[in-house]
């Protein structure tokens, strides 16, 4: 299934098992002085039943302790978007958010740097058809200063390949009225926004929608929990919407399963929409598979699919430039 663009997937969360293996048995073949097991029996093959109390530990408690070095970082970069690559998608916007390792004398600015370096290699390789950009995650539980910090690292790497800044993080958490100021600044900057958005019931509510809505986003991710008022907002400023079907069905963030999914209803709206994996390291489906999904549980025909790819370009954060890139990509599979 051809899966051109992904617009919504989380750096750390799209390390696969296998290189997340990797990654310990190297560091534990060095006599690292790692005190975690080894992946394959923290995080087993096949389980993908993680839900919003069992899945932020994961980043905290085991894979930000395993990879907290430079070489690790660059070396699951690199394997995050060789296997984007290999599923085929040719246009990516990777996000991740900036993160100090004190221990290894590793500021936020560095960690910024070393993942766009290998962005930026991946991208000057010709053999590479898959073009990548970054975006900067501002963690609800960040304070505002760290929240700015990260519209600072944007700005200043804009020409280095961030696009945007989005706003992720455990939605339990956090007030997100905090950050008014911070993403004023960011879009003001130029800087494209993207938001989860009503992720859970809590982060639902009509306060914190109005918030983030403010905020006048370029794209929302998710945007599970919303009234049919808010669904109409949303199309009259014509927001894209990134939507995760695994990781929701899989998280259990909607009732139901997948033909149950509110891709049904956005479908036929008049917004982008750009399917999405959101963390195929967890949920292990790559966006080739749901697309796969999309069509057969919505009964898409091969026209209708490939019409649901370009749409999502519709919403990219660059340009002109690589819109047309894409807009050849699209005929030439229309052939
Ligand atoms: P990173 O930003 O590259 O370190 O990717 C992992 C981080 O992304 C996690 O610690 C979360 O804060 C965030 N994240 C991943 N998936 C989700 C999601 O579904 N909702 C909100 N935040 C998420
Ligand atoms: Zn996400």
């Keep these: 299934m051809n899966a051109p663009s992904q617009l919504h997937a989380h750096l750390t969360g799209s390390i696969s098992r296998h290189c997340l293996h990797q ?3 190297h560091k534990t073949a060095n006599g690292s002085p790692l005190d975690l097991e ?15 109390k069992t899945f932020f530990p994961l980043f905290s408690s085991y894979i930000y302790k395993l990879c907290n070095d430079v070489d690790s970082i660059k070396y699951s970069t690199r394997a995050v978007l060789d296997d984007f690559q290999k599923d085929g998608v040719v246009y990516l916007e990777l996000r991740t958010t900036p993160r100090s390792i004190p221990q290894q004398g590793l500021s936020k600015d560095d960690y910024v740097k070393t993942v766009l370096a290998i962005l930026q290699a991946h991208n000057e390789n010709p053999s590479n058809t898959m073009k990548t950009f970054l975006i900067l995650s501002v963690d609800r539980r960040n304070t505002v200063a760290e929240a700015e910090e990260v519209v600072d690292l944007s700005i200043k ?9 989005d706003l992720c993080g455990n939605p339990a958490v956090g007030d997100v009225r905090i950050f008014t100021p911070v993403f004023a600044r960011a879009k003001t900057a130029g800087l494209n926004i ?5 992720e859970i019931q809590e982060s639902g509510t009509d306060q914190e929608l109005d918030t983030l809505l403010s905020w006048d986003p370029d ?12 669904r109409a907002r949303i199309e009259s400023q014509h927001i894209g919407v990134e939507l995760c079907l ?5 998280a259990k963030m909607i009732t139901g399963s997948f033909p149950d999914h509110h891709f049904g209803t956005w479908r036929h709206s008049s917004v982008p929409v750009a399917l999405s994996t ?6 292990c489906s790559p966006l080739s598979q749901e697309y796969h ?3 057969t549980h919505f009964g898409l025909d091969r026209k209708q699919t490939l019409d649901l790819s370009e749409r999502a370009a519709d919403c990219i954060f660059t340009g002109e430039e690589q819109r047309a890139r894409l807009r050849r990509i699209f005929s030439e599979w229309h052939e």
């Excluded at 794209?219 to 808010?230: C, E, N, Q, T």
């Design 246 to 250: 695994s990781c929701n069905v899989h």
């Design 23 to 25: 990654i310990w048995t």
């Design 38 to 52: 080894d992946p394959l029996i923290a995080i087993p093959h096949g389980r993908v039943d993680y839900d919003i």
């Design 278 to 283: 959101d963390d195929v390291g967890v949920f």
């Design 157 to 165: 790497y804009r020409s280095a390949g961030v696009v945007g800044v």
């Design 194 to 198: 993207t938001l989860h958005f009503a």
């Design 293 to 295: 999904l999309a069509a």
């Design 219 to 230: 794209r929302l991710g998710h945007v599970i929990h919303v009234s049919d008022a808010f």
